[in-house]
């Protein structure tokens, strides 16, 4: 099994010692309890993963840095206290295709599924598709079948609906988003521990799969341009 109890303890200690000394101190228990587990998920996932969404990359560059990023936040500590991991489409450099993002930590987990951010021209396409038929059909049909399983749709910041849209139309809400993904939240299981939480995450992103193949199509028919993935 990848993750052990031992991941959990060395998470809960870099969350109250958040600093470069005490890490490079442990630097081996680092590579023990986190970079080590988390490439063996990544070979244990690989299989389940890729049968469900043939077109992802699921290697060791899936796993996320635990260094943060403090270039342009206010929260200057230097590590995550959790392990996460992105799967982005292998077939194409094109940022607007979607992709999968797993966060796990000592409370629990999250997943999602999507783009985090379209650039415009991206944006204006996604809207035309969730409003013209039949792909506005289609589209509705996979958010319902995922959000009947639990998942939220995220993305939105816009206040209002763009002018020269139908007011009535079903997916109307969805114009105020500039990205959409799907996620979900889950409490700590001692399942997460064991050999069967790499298929456990397949199974949980199943209900998923016709979103992702409804916004792989839309990236794909749609200009090429560059969008921020999950």
């Not at 990359?57 to 959790?82: E, L």
Request: charged share 30%; hydrophobic share 35%; net charge positive.
């Amino acid at each position: 099994m990848p993750f052990s109890q031992e991941t959990l303890k060395f998470l809960r200690a870099l969350h109250r010692n958040n600093d470069r000394e005490w890490f490079e101190a442990r630097r081996d228990l680092y590579e023990r309890n986190f970079r080590q587990p988390a490439r063996q998920f990544v070979d244990e996932i690989r299989a389940p993963l890729l049968k469900l969404f043939p077109n992802f990359r699921v290697d060791y560059r899936s796993v996320g840095r635990i260094h943060r990023d403090t270039r342009f936040s206010s929260d200057k500590r230097p590590y995550k206290n959790y392990v996460s991991f992105s799967f982005s489409d292998r077939t194409s450099k094109e940022s607007s295709y979607p992709g999968a993002y797993l966060g796990f930590d000592s409370t629990g987990v999250v997943l999602g599924i999507g783009s985090y951010v379209f650039t415009k021209p991206v944006r204006e396409h996604f809207r035309d598709r969730v409003t013209t038929s039949p792909t506005d059909a289609a589209f509705s049909r996979a958010i319902r079948i995922a959000e009947k399983k639990g998942f939220v749709a995220a993305g939105r910041d816009l206040k209002k609906i763009p002018p020269g849209y139908d007011p009535e139309h079903p997916n109307v809400d969805f114009l105020r988003h500039n990205g959409l993904y799907l996620s979900k939240e889950y409490d700590f299981s001692p399942l997460f521990l064991t050999d069967r939480f790499p298929k456990w995450v397949v199974k949980q992103l199943e209900p998923c799969a016709p979103f992702y193949m409804w916004m792989r199509e839309m990236a794909r028919s749609g200009p090429r341009d560059l969008a921020r993935f999950l």
